[in-house]
């Protein structure tokens, strides 16, 4: 797949006469108009945790490679009729790695070990525990059915079979099916470049001195942990002042060294709101006021033909914005398809009453089966974000919730995070 062209300024525009996003409705035109951007590579399998598939994975041989003992024992044709009975033991032994060369003719039986080919005649294995040997005999008890503590050839995997389709982002598991699979090198996109940048006069790096009416920038050390979670490569652009000048200057320096660029802060439209004046200023940007609690708005833009995603300041919101609308994006830039997280039903432990038109989404985590949510909704409350173990998104519509009904709760783990 070659990399495709830049996108276009309009890139984000919404309908004319749009004021308030559903997130449905962003989501569907993120998926609309974002493609992949990266170039394919080869990578070593052991290499290759967290990489996404650029191609299909197709198994270059069948798994297990031929039929083979799932225990220690004596390998014979054809399984047992109930009751005590003998088999002759031939002479040598199948040990895994080292097979026996002959053939066992009707009647004879060959001592076998755990994972060794099954000597040709043979299709059954007794185990070891459940026979006696007595004068070159082997002394066994019936029934025994034909196969039994044997392997087919490819009853795992058969050659020439698709055991991952491209897009798929690889996990450790992964890495021990291909290996299996009799590949080497997968191919893969290259990671995307994600260029990181916090704006905002107040911010000072984590541990920094600063006075009491700055505040340390807690969005960089978590966006940029995110991306790296994700599989994705960050570049971190430290923290940008309030300032068109300045804002300008980064988002220059971020398209040419990142594939997209994710900013905080200065995302709405307020005096100190540069990020959103400057994108605008360069036409290439739309203010996504998206119906959604916590987090508009978001700021969409196009800078020298990179996406940019401006995520509101607020550590909660943009946090939220991350996984619900980031996340998908992303992945679709990187290769891997938009992705929506798996919803778990659970009873609500809490009361809630809600307004109807926007989504909300509320930490929350699983606790004797039902979903708790923080106790505080403020989203400059950062706390709450450690405290969830995921969020509870409740739908457009009003709603008194009630303990016991059944809300949505959508785990961390299912962003693909810890
Ligand atoms: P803004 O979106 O720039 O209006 O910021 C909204 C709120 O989030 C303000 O209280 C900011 O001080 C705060 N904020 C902005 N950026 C960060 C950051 N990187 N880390 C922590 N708080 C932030
Ligand atoms: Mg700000």
């Known amino acids: 797949m070659s990399a495709p062209s830049k996108l276009s300024n309009d890139c984000f525009a919404l309908p004319a006469g749009v004021h308030w996003t559903p997130v449905?409705?962003?989501?569907?035109?993120?998926?609309?108009?974002?493609?992949?951007?990266?170039?394919?590579?080869?990578?070593?399998?052991?290499?290759?945790?967290?990489?996404?598939?650029?191609?299909?994975?197709?198994?270059?041989?069948?798994?297990?490679?031929?039929?083979?003992?799932?225990?220690?024992?004596?390998?014979?044709?054809?399984?047992?009729q109930a009751g005590a009975q003998s088999l002759q033991l031939r002479d040598g032994r199948s040990a895994a790695g080292e097979a026996f060369k002959g053939r066992l003719l009707p009647g004879q039986a060959l001592r076998i070990l755990t994972g060794a080919a099954l000597p040709g005649g043979a299709d059954t294995v007794v185990l070891q525990e459940d026979v006696r040997i007595d004068d070159g005999r082997l002394q066994v008890t019936g029934p025994l059915k034909a196969g039994a503590n044997a392997r087919a050839a490819g009853e795992d995997m058969q050659q020439g079979a698709q055991i991952f389709p491209a897009g798929h982002q690889l996990r450790p598991e992964d890495l021990g099916v291909i290996a299996a699979a009799g590949l080497g090198e997968v191919s893969v996109f290259k990671p995307l470049k994600v260029a990181?940048?916090?704006?905002?006069?107040?911010?000072?790096?984590?541990?920094?001195?600063?006075?009491?009416?700055?505040?340390?920038?807690?969005?960089?050390?978590?966006?940029?942990?995110?991306?790296?979670?994700?599989?994705?490569?960050?570049?971190?652009?430290?923290?940008?002042?309030?300032?068109?000048?300045?804002?300008?200057?980064?988002?220059?320096?971020?398209?040419?060294?990142?594939?997209?660029?994710?900013?905080?802060?200065?995302?709405?439209?307020?005096?100190?709101?540069?990020?959103?004046?400057?994108?605008?200023?360069?036409?290439?940007?739309?203010?996504?006021?998206?119906a959604v609690k916590p987090g508009r708005p978001l700021a969409l833009g196009v800078w020298g033909g990179v996406p940019v995603f401006g995520l509101p300041g607020n550590p909660v919101a943009a946090f939220v914005c991350t996984l619900i609308f980031a996340r998908p994006a992303l992945l679709q830039l990187a290769g891997a398809g938009f992705q929506v997280p798996q919803a778990l039903h659970m009873p609500a432990a809490f009361s809630k009453t809600k307004k109807a038109g926007r989504r909300e989404y509320l930490r929350?985590?699983?606790?004797?089966?039902?979903?708790?949510?923080?106790?505080?909704?403020?989203?400059?409350?950062?706390s709450g974000l450690s405290w969830a173990e995921g969020l509870v998104e409740l739908p457009e519509a009003a709603a008194e919730i009630k303990p016991g009904q059944t809300v949505c709760f959508l785990p961390y783990a299912s962003f693909g995070l810890p």
Request: include cysteine; aromatic fraction near 4%.
């Open 196 to 290: 990181v940048i916090s704006t905002g006069a107040e911010l000072r790096a984590p541990g920094q001195a600063a006075r009491v009416d700055q505040i340390f920038d807690a969005n960089r050390p978590m966006l940029c942990a995110v991306l790296r979670r994700w599989g994705m490569e960050v570049v971190d652009l430290g923290i940008v002042p309030d300032e068109a000048a300045a804002v300008r200057a980064a988002l220059d320096r971020a398209k040419d060294c990142a594939d997209v660029i994710m900013t905080s802060g200065g995302a709405s439209a307020g005096d100190q709101d540069h990020m959103s004046a400057v994108l605008r200023a360069s036409g290439g940007m739309a203010l996504w006021r998206i």
């Open 364 to 382: 929350a985590r699983l606790r004797d089966g039902a979903a708790h949510v923080f106790a505080s909704e403020g989203s400059g409350r950062v």
């Open 24 to 80: 449905s409705e962003a989501l569907r035109l993120l998926e609309q108009r974002l493609q992949c951007c990266v170039p394919v590579e080869q990578s070593a399998v052991e290499d290759s945790d967290g990489r996404i598939l650029a191609h299909a994975v197709i198994a270059a041989r069948s798994h297990p490679p031929c039929a083979n003992s799932a225990v220690d024992g004596y390998a014979f044709a054809g399984g047992l």
